[in-house]
């Protein structure tokens, strides 16, 4: 079926703090062709969405579509066969969540993003950097003190969350070959994290040479430059040397927000993940020692929002799960909105990540043009976030680029 006209259905897509009246929105051959009160064309399905909600279908812009054990280490140990197969029920779980476009920063090639296009996986849109571009001794690299063996230069298996290099010759053909190789942008590691062994949360990585490198072969292809950030200086430097996409930004202070927030940089918290593998990551397999690391930015990521919102950084949905923890994914909502106006919560996975993933207009909206990725809500999640969670429960009806992926009665 290729057409389909929703009636009655109230809209919430973030822009306002309530739904809208009653509307008529019509799908075609899976774009939207009509937004009306009265929608006089006809359609070969009419779906009836009175007492329900209408959403656009929500953006995740930091996911790890390949992390399909808690320790990224033995991610790149499994064969790519297995990954791909575990990564495709990752990616089913979070379209059945009503995500409808990912943002892969670090990890899934193009073969994966093809596999999805040509509909050989039941998966969300996915927009990919590739292989992320880490330091020696950075936050890709998970050899520990005494490894010494040389880290793997080309040929990187589908589970390695990223690549080493280091100079400026070095990141300039990295970020090269990843653009080459399908990235619709470029990830770094930018400052120390909590999944690898030998890269305190303070420290920088990549030098102001290396960052302006990476900065300028990502412009000259037409895109931009995603960093995983954790402090105050790091971010600092990497808006400094031109980074758009802030990943994480848990220490961020209110001068540097505000300074992002001119540069017209726009941040990506992840706080689900630090609650996660704060109560599960250990079951999982994640080592102790990134355990403890954990605390050192989770309590502050509630602050960080404030701060953000008050300097006006914009801030896009993330996750930044790991292997069974994924199903947490849109608890992230509920985390947001402690702190937020709900409709700045939704806003922050349509419109704001829309504009992150130089798509607006496309996905994040119900509007003439956009993809038809739409999903019906039972309830108001600008009145309850939590409908928004346990896993599509409230989720009666889910589209993708026009097609039903989910369907129950909206009895």
């Not at 079926?1 to 009246?21: C, H, Q």
């Not at 990224?72 to 995500?99: I, K």
């Not at 996409?245 to 220490?251: D, F, I, M, Q, V």
Request: charged letters at 25%; aromatic letters at 4%; glycine letters at 10%.
């Amino acid at each position: 079926m290729s057409s389909y006209l929703f009636k009655n259905a109230r809209i919430v897509d973030g822009s306002a703090t309530e739904p809208t009246e009653p509307m008529q929105v019509l799908v075609e051959h899976g774009h939207i062709r009509e937004v009306s009160r009265e929608v006089t064309a006809s359609a070969e399905e009419i779906i009836d969405l009175s007492g329900k909600v209408l959403m656009p279908g929500l953006i995740d812009c930091h996911v790890h579509t390949i992390a399909v054990l808690a320790s990224l280490a033995r991610n790149a140990e499994l064969p790519d066969s297995l990954v791909t197969a575990r990564a495709s029920l990752v990616m089913r779980g979070m379209l059945m969540r009503g995500f409808t476009t990912v943002r892969d920063v670090g990890g899934a090639d193009i073969g994966l993003k093809r596999s999805v296009e040509e509909g050989i996986f039941l998966a969300p849109r996915l927009i990919i950097s590739g292989k992320a571009l880490s330091q020696t001794g950075g936050h890709c690299d998970f050899r520990g003190r005494y490894d010494t063996r040389p880290p793997i230069r080309s040929g990187f298996p589908l589970g390695a969350l990223g690549r080493l290099c280091d100079g400026v010759p070095e990141v300039r053909r990295a970020a090269r070959e990843e653009i080459k190789g399908g990235a619709d942008f470029v990830k770094i590691m930018a400052s120390g994290g909590a999944g690898s062994p030998t890269d305190p949360i303070h420290f920088f990585g990549f030098s102001r040479e290396e960052l302006s490198a990476i900065v300028e072969e990502a412009q000259s292809a037409g895109t931009y430059v995603s960093a995983h950030l954790y402090t105050d200086p790091a971010i600092r430097r990497c808006v400094e040397a031109g980074v758009h996409s802030l990943e994480h930004c848990n220490l961020i202070e209110p001068e540097t927000a505000r300074f992002a927030a001119s540069q017209g940089a726009v941040a990506v918290p992840t706080l689900v993940t630090y609650e996660a593998l704060a109560k599960e990551g250990a079951g999982y397999g994640y080592p102790a020692e990134a355990v403890a690391k954990v605390e050192d930015v989770r309590v502050a990521g509630m602050k960080s929002l404030a701060i953000m919102k008050e300097a006006g950084l914009p801030m896009a949905y993330g996750s930044d799960l790991l292997a069974e923890m994924h199903r947490h994914q849109s608890e992230e909502f509920v985390i947001r909105g402690r702190v937020l106006p709900a409709h700045e919560v939704i806003a922050s996975a349509t419109s704001v990540a829309a504009k992150l993933c130089r798509l607006e207009g496309k996905i994040g909206t119900i509007a003439p043009g956009a993809f038809a990725d739409l999903i019906v809500v039972d309830g108001n999640p600008l009145d309850d976030l939590s409908l928004l969670t346990h896993q599509g429960r409230h989720m009666p009806l889910i589209m993708r680029e026009g097609v039903i992926v989910k369907r129950e009665s909206l009895n």
